[in-house]
């Protein structure tokens, strides 16, 4: 009698678990997780950040933008001016804190 060994093609895509990582021997969980060992085309290939690039990355890693209470009618009379000036409203608003700073003897970088 001999014995028969047969071969099944495995209906596994890459990345789907047959069982919980928890529960892997290391021998599985080398094989579940082999697509990871490699690194990836982007990480490789890169280029360095433009000013702007760097500005929004810096102020996502720091957790946003800053949230501050206006008055809803000073920040309309601000942006009303701001447009006469012809400057955008972020602008009008750093001018003045700079000129308030100055004002009240700080130092403005």
Known sequence: MTK???TTRSTKKPGEMTKPFWQM??????EATREFDKPTRSAS???ALTQSERIAFETSRRGGLRVVDIDPKLLKRASIEAGRLGITLGQYIEQSLRG???FKGGQTA
Request: glycine share 6%.
């Open 4 to 6: 028969r060994t047969t």
């Open 25 to 30: 021997s290391a021998a599985e969980l080398r």
């Open 45 to 47: 290939i890169g280029r």
């Open 100 to 102: 308030m700073i100055a």
